[in-house]
């Protein structure tokens, strides 16, 4: 079984996010360089932060789902303050484990733990809640 790098990622939740959809398909796939980057958060960029590692013979079928995600994301969202559709929908992160809610917490402290939906704007760094729109 060959795994073929198909997205880098520079945080945790934007990793996590897509690797859960991706397994949501059946998609194999897995996190490479994740504890490197946990341990020392100051080497992600150095080692090129979070790879997404996907098995290649669905690597097609994962690039298409992953475009679709960001695609939805860049679209739908827009930050309240900065206008940014720069946007990470983080959907679950009292079901995170332990470890990325501790790294999270220290990169973004006042970040509003007791919230089950928030979306977090990489430009300018505001958090507010998630609207449905149904
Ligand atoms: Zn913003």
């Known amino acids: 079984m060959t795994f073929v790098l ?3 990622y520079d945080n945790y939740i934007s990793a996590h996010i897509a690797m ?8 194999n796939c897995w996190l490479k360089d994740e504890n490197t980057v946990t341990i020392n958060p100051i080497l992600t960029n150095a080692i090129g932060g979070i790879k997404l590692m996907v098995e290649s013979t669905q ?5 298409a789902i992953l475009k ?15 206008g940014s559709h720069n946007i990470e929908f ?8 332990n470890w990325i809610m501790a790294i999270f917490g220290y990169l973004y402290a006042g970040f509003a733990l007791s919230a089950e939906k ?7 760094g505001k958090e507010f809640p998630h609207e449905d729109k149904e």
């Open 6 to 8: 198909i997205q880098t």
């Open 20 to 27: 859960g959809r991706l397994q949501e398909d059946g998609i």
């Open 59 to 63: 690597a097609e079928r994962a690039a």
């Open 68 to 82: 679709e995600l960001e695609f939805q994301h860049k679209e739908t969202i827009t930050c309240p303050r900065c």
């Open 90 to 97: 983080v959907s679950t992160p009292r079901k995170a484990s």
């Open 118 to 124: 928030v979306n977090h704007c990489f430009d300018c």
